[in-house]
């Protein structure tokens, strides 16, 4: 019997609102941030590590709660079945779930700054959670005007490698502010494909992502040169000697980065072929993260 048969429509619709693959998107910039101040100062802390990674997974689970909470209020997730809103109509409900999961991962981001007996931790993380409010929440909703992928980039990029780097060593890195570009791109480029197969429902919701406003051609050329930009990045940050050489190691995530341009070149305006270049998207983030991460530990 193949899974396909196994597996419950249900159990899929849950699963997809849940998205298990995107929780790396939480945990790549605390790995990149540790990795860096490890490679400057031989400070690696565990524990701060452990509970930095479960306090970002928990406020992106948040992120995406109470994206389904305020999407019901405009009606641009009437068709999405996933939607948590639609799979329980408990909106109620939903929205203190998200809320729940907000302030467990504050109260780890807290503890954290408890044991440096220093708050700057946590004004970086609030400031990425208000980003994340004003990307999605009334009366903002800024993503609503094409401005998510600028927030996606500075909240992921440079806030949050540097809110990891600063909670192992108490102190600022220019390497790591050049290691949260190459973890901000790619993050990015995963809400700009999320949009592809959206376009119908987000003009119909008065949503103007970036893929609405460029249209699918010219979106997925700026794809072509987005996902490209990360490998010549990082190749020059090493040969300036910001990088050590070993983080050329995430030049191996290549082949997810050619699949990805290669998949939504061709099925840019067929929303039901497109609809899973968000999870290229993905992988590609996974293994150039960790890939590069890797190379600061090595
Ligand atoms: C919920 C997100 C994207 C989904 O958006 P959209 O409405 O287009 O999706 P659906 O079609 O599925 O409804 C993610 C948005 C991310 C946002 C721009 C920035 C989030 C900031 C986080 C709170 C930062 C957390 C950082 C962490 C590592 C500490
Ligand atoms: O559901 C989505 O489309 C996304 C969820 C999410 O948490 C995330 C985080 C960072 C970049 C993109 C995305 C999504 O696209």
């Known amino acids: 019997m193949t899974t396909k048969q196994v597996s419950h429509p249900k159990t899929k619709l849950w699963m997809a609102a849940i998205k298990p693959p995107m929780y790396s998107v939480a945990i790549m910039p605390i790995w990149v941030g540790t990795a860096v101040a490890f490679a400057e100062t031989k400070i690696f802390n565990l524990v701060v590590f452990s509970t930095f990674v479960a306090a970002a997974i928990l406020i992106l689970a948040w992120e995406n709660i109470s994206n389904d909470v305020f999407d019901s209020e405009t009606g641009i997730d009437q068709n999405k079945h996933h939607s948590l809103v639609n799979l329980t109509g408990n ?47 009334p009366p903002f909703r800024l993503g609503y005007q094409g401005l998510g992928e600028i927030i996606c980039f500075f909240a992921f990029g440079p806030l949050a490698v540097t809110a ?89 995530s290549l082949p997810y980065a050619v699949k990805l341009c290669r998949h939504v070149q061709q099925n840019h305006y067929l929303p039901e072929k497109v609809s899973n270049c968000k999870f290229i998207a993905v992988k590609m983030h996974f293994w150039s993260c960790l890939l590069f991460g890797l190379g600061f530990m090595i």
Do not use: E
């Open 91 to 137: 909106k109620r409900l939903i929205f203190w779930l998200g809320n729940l999961s907000l302030i467990s991962g504050l109260l780890g981001i807290i503890a954290i700054a408890t044991w440096q007996k220093d708050p700057t931790v946590i004004w970086i993380i609030l400031l990425c959670c208000g980003l994340g409010y004003v990307y999605q929440g």
């Open 164 to 252: 990891a780097y600063y909670s192992q060593t108490s102190t600022w890195s220019m390497t790591s502010l050049a290691a949260s570009i190459i973890v901000g791109i790619p993050t990015t480029l995963i809400l700009f494909c999320s949009h592809f197969h959206q376009v119908k429902d987000d003009i119909a919701a008065g949503k103007r992502s970036p893929v609405v406003r460029l249209g699918t051609v010219k979106a997925a050329q700026l794809l072509y040169w987005f996902t490209g930009s990360i490998y010549p990045f990082t190749l020059l940050f090493v040969l300036l000697g910001v990088f050590p050489s070993w983080t050329l190691l995430s030049w191996l």
